[in-house]
């Protein structure tokens, strides 16, 4: 077995079912992965029956549990597809078995991808979300909310300059449940916290995978629920993002890949990767919607 220091940034090749029960116990802080979709992807890596899809993962889930710190966050982003003329219910199976394997579902996260391309289908409209299923191993994780703020913006002239009774006092929950907002607190305050939905791009350029998500995407989670030189995972690193994201960000990353041509791929989008981070990783370069907590 490797020790800790022999795991920092490094991309493994193999099946993730053989590399993950050499990774040692808890030292992970974030995974965030996007998992081969159910059967949609045959021709290019190998798909996993949809009926299959939550056999298939739960062993997996089981070392990502036994590597996670018990304050870190496990981010899986998944979406359903469509198996003859409805949405497979196998993201919602595996939900309720992560559960059951002691996984709390803390979460959802949802991607609005931006610039998803046009379409016409009889029954539905063109797909233009993802889940980001977040994961944790404890009620108590450990979460930046700061680091992911955004800009007020423009809203903040219109809805904070006639306040009513109630925007100046705390307005509890009516289900007391224990929440409230006082939107006083926001008058004069440049930054506010994001909703739990990204707005982002998918991007055009990486030719040499399918299947990518775009850099902001791990590197938003990362640095919610990561600091600089935290260990973060990625068990189907595919060309790299999330190694990417890492080095962008300071942290450290460990990839799993089954194919070695995606892992060239990675190391070379690795060795144009600049550091530190360009503005893109600020929190200006995330289209994220303001909200109040
Ligand atoms: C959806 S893609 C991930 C893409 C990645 N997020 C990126 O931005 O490039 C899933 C990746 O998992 C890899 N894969 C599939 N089964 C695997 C396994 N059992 N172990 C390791 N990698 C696997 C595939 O080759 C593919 O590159």
Not at 190 to 214: D, I, K, Q, W
Request: charged residues 25%.
């Amino acid at each position: 077995m490797l020790t800790n220091s022999e795991w920092q940034n490094r991309i493994l090749q193999g099946d993730c079912r053989k590399v993950l029960p050499k990774i040692p116990d808890a030292m992970v802080d974030l995974i965030v992965t996007s998992p081969p979709y159910a059967d949609q992807r045959r021709h290019t890596y190998g798909g996993v029956h949809p009926d299959d899809y939550v056999d298939w993962f739960l062993p997996i889930s089981e070392q990502l549990s036994r590597v996670l710190k018990p304050t870190g966050s496990f981010v899986l982003n998944i979406k359903e597809r469509v198996v003859a003329g409805e949405r497979h219910t196998y993201v919602l199976e595996l939900i309720v078995a992560l559960r059951k394997q002691g996984w709390l579902w803390t979460e959802e996260y949802i991607w609005h991808k931006k610039n998803c391309h046009p379409g016409k289908w009889p029954n539905r409209f063109r797909d233009a979300w993802e889940r980001c299923l977040h994961f944790t191993k404890q009620k108590n994780f450990a979460m930046y909310q700061d680091a992911v703020m955004v800009p007020m913006g423009d809203w903040r002239h219109s809805r904070l300059k006639n306040l009513s009774e109630t925007d100046k006092r705390r307005d509890n929950s009516r289900v007391q449940s224990g929440f409230g907002k006082k939107i006083a607190n926001w008058i004069g305050r440049e930054m506010a916290y994001p909703t739990n939905v990204m707005h982002l791009a998918t991007e055009c350029g990486n030719r040499n995978h399918s299947a990518t998500f775009p850099v902001e995407l791990p590197s938003w989670f990362i640095r919610l629920f990561t600091r600089p030189d935290n260990f973060v995972l990625d068990p189907f690193i595919g060309s790299g993002t999330t190694a990417v994201a890492c080095r962008h960000l300071d942290r450290n990353y460990i990839g799993i890949e089954m194919n070695p041509d995606y892992i060239e791929v990675a190391e070379q989008r690795l060795e144009a990767t600049v550091k530190p981070a360009p503005n893109l990783f600020t929190n200006g370069g995330v289209e994220t919607s303001y909200g109040l907590k």
